[in-house]
């Protein structure tokens, strides 16, 4: 097969790797040889694979793991209006830097009413307005 004037030789590799070389010794003197640039991989000796490099995980499983807390998923009612006061203060929260979630509020208010006494308890249960348990009807 005769070549035309119009097409061009593709370079091979053993023309394309003194190229590489060359650009890279123009590019910086610290990366002049493409094995700079390679990571070093340890090889089987048997069959000539990479193995894969030794960390420090080992060693962590002479720690015990702490042990993964059970999530419940769970619904109820409230009244629109508290659930609304929940997004504010959701949005307060946000607008002054701290990133919370519903859920995480709720969380917070359980646990300021693990410290309180149960006549304090009484006492504001008292001012809520009682809500039919049960889901809501879908009537608008």
Same mark, same amino acid.
């Given at each position: 097969?005769?070549?035309?004037?119009?097409?061009?030789?593709?370079?091979?590799?053993?023309?394309?790797?003194?190229?590489?070389?060359?650009?890279?010794?123009?590019?910086?003197?610290? &990366? @002049?040889?493409?094995?700079?640039? =390679?990571?070093? $991989? #340890?090889?089987?000796?048997?069959?000539?694979?990479? *193995? +894969?490099?030794?960390?420090?995980?080992?060693?962590?499983?002479?720690?015990?793991?702490?042990?993964?807390?059970?999530?419940?998923?769970?619904?109820?009612?409230?009244?629109?209006?508290?659930?609304?006061?929940?997004?504010?203060?959701?949005?307060?929260?946000?607008?002054?830097? &701290? @990133?919370?979630?519903?859920?995480? =509020?709720?969380? $917070? #208010?359980?646990?300021?009413?693990?410290?309180?006494? *149960? +006549?304090?308890?009484?006492?504001?249960?008292?001012?809520?307005?009682?809500?039919?348990?049960?889901?809501?009807?879908?009537?608008?």
């Amino acid at each position: 097969m005769a070549r035309d004037s119009n097409d061009m030789a593709l370079p091979t590799r053993k023309t394309a790797v003194p190229r590489q070389k060359k650009v890279l010794a123009a590019l910086s003197p610290t &990366v @002049a040889s493409p094995e700079v640039m =390679l990571p070093e $991989v #340890a090889l089987d000796q048997e069959t000539a694979r990479p *193995v +894969a490099p030794v960390t420090e995980k080992k060693k962590d499983k002479d720690k015990p793991k702490a042990k993964k807390q059970k999530l419940v998923r769970d619904s109820f009612t409230m009244p629109e209006a508290e659930y609304e006061a929940l997004a504010e203060m959701k949005k307060a929260c946000i607008k002054a830097g &701290v @990133a919370v979630k519903k859920s995480e =509020l709720l969380r $917070v #208010a359980v646990s300021l009413l693990r410290k309180m006494e *149960v +006549a304090q308890i009484q006492q504001a249960l008292g001012t809520l307005t009682p809500v039919k348990a049960g889901r809501p009807s879908k009537q608008k």
